[in-house]
């Protein structure tokens, strides 16, 4: 399972069509979270969904939850739907872009990432993320009776959602420039060939 789906990575990091449809779904799904977003407050006392909160403690839970009206209610629960597929598109996208790149700065490191499924790795926030719908989707299913359990585990998996997208988007973008320089390399090296040959 692990192997097909480091395979179906790699597998799109060679086709930009496959990228793109992967890229289109993640601008999609953020497009209808952005939107819910902007209705939320509307129907709560203020406050948009949890999950876009940051800096969110388990007592903000339940202070919050007192202010939802069922039109808040209601659009959670959509938004806990796309949310379940924002952060797999947004996770592969990255691994995708992270294979395509690693492909171009150093074949060696790129063949032991593809035969150890290291690209899964760019997962791990899309996992962290996942856990924390599930917990908070526990929290708002359970009120008004609160659930402690749920609700620490919803703020440790953001905290751990937060940290290992902070580690794919440096790593993401260095991988690029990397590639990039080795474009340029090859680039201005050939170039040097050809002038020389003349």
């Known amino acids: 399972m692990l192997a097909k789906l480091n395979n179906f990575i790699v597998n799109c990091s060679t086709s930009w069509w496959k990228f793109l449809l992967l890229f289109a779904g993640q601008i999609g799904t953020m497009q209808v979270l952005t939107r819910i977003t902007d ?38 629960m959509i938004f806990q739907a796309v949310d379940f597929f924002f952060p797999l598109f947004a996770g592969l996208t990255l691994a995708t872009v992270c294979a395509f790149a690693l492909r171009h700065v150093s074949d060696k490191f790129y063949k032991i990432a593809t035969a150890k499924n290291l690209f899964l790795m760019l997962l791990i926030p899309t996992l962290f993320d996942w856990l924390e719908n599930i917990n908070l989707l526990w929290v708002v299913l359970a009120w008004p009776d609160q659930v402690g359990l749920a609700a620490n585990l919803a703020v440790l998996a953001k905290m751990g959602k937060l940290s290992t997208m902070i580690v794919a988007f440096l790593l993401t973008p260095a991988l690029l420039i990397a590639a990039a320089i080795q474009w340029l390399r090859h680039k201005l090296g050939g170039n040097s060939g050809d002038t020389a040959a003349d």
């Open 39 to 76: 209705q939320f407050p509307a129907a709560t006392n203020g406050d948009v969904p949890f999950d876009m909160q940051n800096s969110l403690t388990p007592a903000d839970i339940y202070t919050q939850l007192e202010g939802y009206t069922d039109q808040a209610f209601d659009l959670y």
